[in-house]
T-cell receptor, first 120, second 112 residues
Framework: DAGVTQSPTHLIKTRGQHVTLRCSPI?????VSWYQQVLGQGPQFIFQ???????GRGNFPDRFSARQFPNYSSELNVNALLLGDSALYLC???????????????????FGAGTRLSVL | RKEVEQDPGPFNVPEGATVAFNCTYS??????FFWYRQDCRKEPKLLMS???SGNEDGRFTAQLNRASQYISLLIRDSKLSDSATYLC?????????????FGRGTSLIVHP
């Protein structure tokens, strides 16, 4: 079975440009979350989408946006790139809302391999 | 104060050793807890969920102490392959949404 897939795997951009990252969840999973991970730190939560609606937002500027499509795949968009946006961007999928109490097993997140973004 | 704190290590232990990691969290309303493992330049992978009653999976034992607001991970009989970064994740509710927060990770190096 296919896991979470992300594209592209690597990306190089310059300051001021915008970028779109893509994620396909595990088949049957309805929730997608996005994280930013810089070297030496844990992943930082950006967004969670469930059933095509935003259900959680981390402490990131409005330059970051996302959406989820009817097939549950998702895009993360970042505008006006800054040098500090260079990081590994991880997508995670879960059957239900990640962190929900109703069923821990259904809310476990499975991560894709990530997109490594370099901003020059 | 960070919401989720972990000792970054590294913890450098010989094969066969027992090692324990702690992770403290600041939000008393936190609802779900997990340990993930991350190998160098790879994605995080779930190691185990953490339940209130504590749980064990082979050589790994996870415990939750809500009163003191920490979770722990115990690894017995360490293997070379256990070398990785161990991330704790704590989720709380905020404005009707679940917000997962990762710690920065604890690095474990198991040597022969």
């Amino acid at each position: 079975d296919a896991g979470v897939t992300q594209s592209p795997t690597h990306l190089i951009k310059t300051r001021g440009q915008h970028v779109t990252l893509r994620c396909s969840p595990i088949s049957g999973h309805k929730s997608v979350s996005w994280y930013q991970q810089v070297l030496g730190q844990g992943p930082q939560f950006i967004f969670q989408y469930y059933e095509k609606e935003e259900r959680g937002r981390g402490n990131f500027p409005d330059r970051f946006s996302a959406r989820q499509f009817p097939n549950y795949s998702s895009e993360l968009n970042v505008n006006a790139l800054l040098l500090g946006d260079s990081a590994l961007y991880l997508c995670a999928s879960s059957f239900g809302l990640a962190g929900g109490r109703t069923s821990v097993a259904k809310n476990i997140q499975y991560f894709g391999a990530g997109t490594r973004l370099s901003v020059l | 104060r960070k919401e989720v704190e972990q000792d970054p290590g590294p913890f450098n232990v010989p094969e066969g050793a027992t090692v324990a990691f702690n992770c403290t969290y600041s939000n008393s309303a936190s609802q779900s807890f997990f340990w993930y493992r991350q190998d160098c330049r790879k994605e995080p992978k779930l190691l185990m969920s953490v339940y209130s009653s504590g749980n064990e999976d082979g050589r790994f034992t996870a415990q939750l102490n809500r009163a003191s607001q920490y979770i722990s991970l115990l690894i017995r009989d360490s293997k070379l392959s256990d070398s990785a970064t161990y991330l704790c994740v704590v989720t709380h509710m905020e404005g009707g949404s679940y917000i997962p927060t990762f710690g920065r990770g604890t690095s474990l190096i198991v040597h022969p």
